[in-house]
């Protein structure tokens, strides 16, 4: 049974930064992890992803150099993935999304992931 649970969200200035964290449970090497996020009234957004058999990490052009992926291997069927985000922009306010799909399938489309957490809000005001 995969099962992902988002923390950290929460509200912050401009400029500021936050650390998501998703704990994601019965999955091995090989699941690839990533990260969404939807606004109101638009559509999911890819934000990142890291394949966790090679630590491979790719951003989104939107947030690239401020966000950074990582992930920790926590368990025998644990993993734990962080997004760091940095300079904070009113336009990255949204509910993020951990997500994961058992192979090294690779992409932003979020039709490519089967498993979903329950998501966490990050509001940044100007």
């Known amino acids: 049974q995969v099962q992902l649970v988002e923390s950290g969200g929460g509200s912050v200035q401009a400029g500021r930064s936050l650390k998501l964290s998703c704990a994601v449970f019965?999955?091995?090497?090989?699941?690839?992890i990533a990260w969404f996020r939807q606004a109101p009234g638009k559509e999911r957004e890819g934000v990142a992803y890291?394949?966790?058999?090679?630590?491979?990490?790719?951003?989104?052009d939107s947030v690239k150099g401020r966000f950074t992926i990582s992930q920790e291997k926590t368990g025998s069927a644990m993993f734990q993935a962080y997004l760091e985000m940095n300079s904070l922009q009113p336009e990255d306010t949204a509910m993020y999304y951990c997500a994961a799909r058992r192979d090294d399938g690779a992409g932003f489309n979020p039709a490519m992931y089967d498993y979903w957490g329950q998501g966490t809000q990050v509001t940044v005001s100007s």
């Open positions: 019965g999955v091995t090497y090989g699941t690839t």
């Open positions: 890291i394949r966790t058999k090679l630590g491979l990490a790719y951003h989104a």
